[in-house]
């Protein structure tokens, strides 16, 4: 089955293999287990058991669609889009210490949304956001994205006020 490779001048995205364990291992920081609220370092089997389901849900066309980023050979982080139907699909992202600040994210969240609102019958991409993380909420209004309110507690797993951030199908 050959699954989507999303190039942009920079950055190649691609579906995740057991060979990139290591790697993604290795991108883990207290920035990633603050903002997705991970009690510590992911132990090795959530790395794998997120290579797996991510994978399969490519298989069986699932709702959830996660790319690898890797810039100049190296992986940069990860990427993903649910279709949680009513229009709404939601994105989520992370970027490894090393690859910060070099515009991986601002390259990377056009790339994702474009192939969502090709692929699926979607009218807006929603990221949810706390408050807090300035880092996403720049990320996000530099990739188009407006605030639109307070992010009800069915969107989010997460404690603390969320923002949900919209961007339309243009
Ligand atoms: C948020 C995150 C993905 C940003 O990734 P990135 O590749 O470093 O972001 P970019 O370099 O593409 O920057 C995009 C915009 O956000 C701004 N930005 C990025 N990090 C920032 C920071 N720490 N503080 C303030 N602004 C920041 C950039 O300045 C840029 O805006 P500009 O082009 O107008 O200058 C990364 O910091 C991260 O992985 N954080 C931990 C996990 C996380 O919070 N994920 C999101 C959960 S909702």
Do not use: C
């Not at 810039?71 to 989520?92: M, N, P, T, V």
């Not at 690859?99 to 949304?113: D, F, K, M, N, Y």
């Not at 507690?153 to 199908?169: A, D, H, I, Q």
């Amino acid at each position: 089955m050959s699954w989507p490779v999303l190039t942009g001048p920079r950055v190649t995205l691609r579906v995740l293999t057991m060979a990139d364990v290591d790697a993604w291992l290795a991108g883990d920081d207290e920035a990633q287990q603050r903002w997705f609220e991970a009690p510590g370092p992911a132990p090795r089997e959530n790395v794998v058991r997120l290579v797996e389901t991510s994978r399969n849900s490519w298989e069986t066309s699932g709702p959830k669609r996660h790319w690898a980023i890797w810039l100049d050979g190296i992986l940069a982080g990860g990427i993903d889009i649910e279709d949680r139907g009513q229009g709404s699909a939601y994105l989520s992202y992370v970027v490894f210490p090393p690859s910060r600040r070099q515009g991986v994210a601002a390259e990377s969240i056009p790339l994702v949304t474009t192939w969502a609102f090709t692929a699926w019958p979607i009218t807006r991409a929603v990221a949810v956001i706390d408050e807090l993380n300035t880092a996403s909420r720049s990320t996000a209004e530099r990739a188009g994205f407006l605030f639109e309110a307070v992010a009800d507690p069915s969107e989010y797993g997460e404690s603390g006020r969320m923002l949900r951030y919209v961007l339309p199908r243009a």
